[in-house]
């Protein structure tokens, strides 16, 4: 198990390395608000970190998959805000950029439309080496999950914030 500070160490040479040496790749090879900008790529990276974290950090599955389910949550909501900006509310009018944030293909070109079937192909084959997503299913969804989740929901004694 990794320590905090290592956690964050490996962070941040993630981040340096993405932002610096493989930021300038990707725009070449794609276009703001192209098909890296939905939903199944939010999918994917959410189903790579699941991944990486099974394969690469040995996290257990279920952990694994809830780093990639917050990482595909947190695209989704990028995506989202992306949306809500296109809408321009003081002269009550849509942005040109408006629904192409959110969106599930791209079909305007051959190259939008080879685009999206790489990236579904991709997706399929992400699931089927992404490890078993039961346990996380289970933690989502059983009774006993429920259970506790309503146990949780509200201060136990009924009273916020001053316990």
Known sequence: SYSLVEMLVMSGIV???LRI???DIFRKISKHRGMFHSIPVALIW????????YQFFVLNSLISW??????????IVHLVLDELY????GNKRMK???GTAFKFYQSKTIIDKIQTILIYLFLIFLLSIAPNIS?????????????NFKDILLPYD????FH
């Open 158 to 161: 009924g009273r916020w914030f």
């Open 135 to 147: 346990s996380f299913k289970y933690a989502l969804f059983s009774q006993e999950a429920w259970l």
């Open 66 to 75: 809830v780093y990639g389910f917050m990482m595909s949550f947190g695209y």
């Open 96 to 98: 040109k950029s408006s």
């Open 46 to 53: 959410g189903l790579l970190t699941t991944i990486l974290m």
């Open 15 to 17: 981040f340096f390395t």
């Open 21 to 23: 040496g493989v930021i």
């Open 86 to 89: 296109s809408v321009d509310l």
